[in-house]
């Protein structure tokens, strides 16, 4: 399993930025995804997950209505679209493949979100 992240940066409060990740080495397609965050000096916290049969998504509440994940199953590819980004949104991104504990999936080396005025 390999997973690459990137899109990652520095923004403002209520700044947006799109997160994305290539997978290899499994069948993507047939693969439930997720995003996971950390922040410093704090546990992995879940964001949200699409399901591999009909986009089914879900968001950890402090994100909905902000953060939208998607998938393009033709380039193995999933996407964060993050909105009206917060201070406390600033942590490392990881996708992240399957379900389970938050840390026993496996994951990509991440991309750092930094939310600051």
């Known amino acids: 399993v390999q997973l690459a992240e990137s899109g990652g940066g520095f923004v403002q409060p209520g700044g947006s930025l799109r997160l994305s990740c290539v997978a290899s080495g499994f069948t993507f397609s047939r693969s439930f995804m997720s995003w996971v965050r950390q922040a410093p000096g704090k546990d992995l916290e879940w964001v949200a997950g699409i399901y591999p049969l009909y986009n089914q998504t879900d968001y950890a509440d402090s994100v909905k209505g902000r953060f939208t994940i998607s998938r393009d199953n033709a380039k193995n590819t999933i996407y964060l679209q993050l909105d009206s980004l917060q201070t406390d949104d600033t942590a490392m991104y990881y996708c992240?493949?399957?379900?389970?504990?938050?840390?026993?999936?496996?994951r990509g080396q991440g991309t750092q979100v930094t939310v600051s005025s």
């Open positions: 992240a493949k399957g379900g389970g504990l938050l840390r026993e999936r496996p």
